[in-house]
Each structure stands twice: as structure tokens, then as C-alpha cells.
């Protein structure tokens, strides 16, 4: 999974759906003590969290709480302020078939099966 900084705009950058896009919805705030939070925040000693613009995790994390209530987790609150928005990778969901492609922009900014 990866997850793109959106800074304090939680309008999603990736997803083209008008529901996702909707700004009156109501974002979920992750808990402090979630894995995905400490992910995302990537606390220092002091606890100041180090927001990096892209974060792509490389396990798979437990949920916490209100997290373990979502099937897909469109834009995510870690502070106030401050969103993710989750992307996942292409091709990874597919719908009856079995001769797939990956087809990529010229500018390799977008995918799609």
C-alpha cells in the first residue's frame, strides 16, 4: 500500500469517484496508538511527527480501532490538518479475467488494467 501526503487539503489527488471526492465526508482520524498511525507520523524521540510525501509500506499492519471498520481507506486523518491519501497498486483487484495488462501514460503518471 502507499500513501501520498496531502498536506491540510483532504480532497484526494488519485481517486476520481465524486462519492471519494465529496468533501463534506466525514475523514477518519487514526488513534496514536495505531501501527498505520506510527507508519505515517513517523514519531521522533520527542513524539513530533516526520510527515514524508510518499509512504509505501512494506508489511502488512494490524488495525486499530475505527481502522478495522474500513475496506478501503480513502483519505486518512493522522493530525489535524494534516491527510494521506491511500493508493492502491494496479492490478491488484481484477474482474474476470485472465489476459490482463498494465497500460501506463506516456508520462507514466497513471495505470489502469
Same mark, same amino acid.
Given at each position: 500500500a502507499r500513501y501520498y501526503l496531502l498536506g491540510g487539503n483532504p480532497k484526494p489527488r488519485f481517486h476520481t469517484d465524486p462519492s471519494v471526492i465529496d468533501l463534506t465526508t466525514k475523514r477518519v482520524v487514526l488513534d496514536s496508538r495505531s501501527k498505520l498511525y506510527q507508519k505515517l507520523c513517523n514519531p !521522533? *524521540? !520527542? &513524539?513530533?511527527? *516526520?510527515? &514524508?510525501?510518499s509512504i509505501l509500506l512494506d508489511e502488512n499492519l494490524a488495525c486499530f480501532g475505527i481502522e478495522c471498520k474500513l475496506s478501503i481507506p480513502i483519505v486518512i486523518q493522522v493530525k489535524p490538518g494534516v491527510f494521506y491519501e491511500y493508493v492502491q497498486r494496479s492490478c491488484v483487484q481484477l474482474a474476470f479475467s485472465q489476459d490482463h495488462k498494465k497500460v501506463t501514460t506516456l508520462a507514466n503518471s497513471a495505470h489502469m488494467c
Open positions: !521522533t *524521540q !520527542t &513524539g513530533e511527527c *516526520q510527515f &514524508g510525501a
